[in-house]
């Protein structure tokens, strides 16, 4: 499953950060933020009507994605 598709105040596992080009300066950064495989992630909010942006928890630090950024990372339910 994709960060992009939890719904509020689920609680997920990070397994991998996908590149969709090569090299995938959005991919990088994410990893370089945290994102990396075994990260507790849950999602704190959205836009209206679940729209753009994500707020998204990772550890202690909170990020707002989009949803598009958030779909690069795969996650598991805990």
Do not use: Y
């Not at 499953?1 to 590149?19: F, I, K």
């Not at 950024?69 to 598991?76: L, T």
């Amino acid at each position: 499953m994709q960060l992009s598709e939890l719904t509020l105040g689920t609680r997920a596992t990070v397994v991998d950060v996908s590149n969709l080009t090569e090299p995938d300066p959005i991919a990088m950064r994410l990893r370089d933020l945290g994102f990396v495989a075994g990260e507790p992630v849950s999602l704190v909010a959205h836009g209206p009507f679940g729209a753009d942006p994500m707020l998204v928890q990772i550890g202690f630090t909170r990020f707002a994605l989009r949803r598009s950024e958030a779909a690069r990372v795969e996650v598991a339910h805990v």
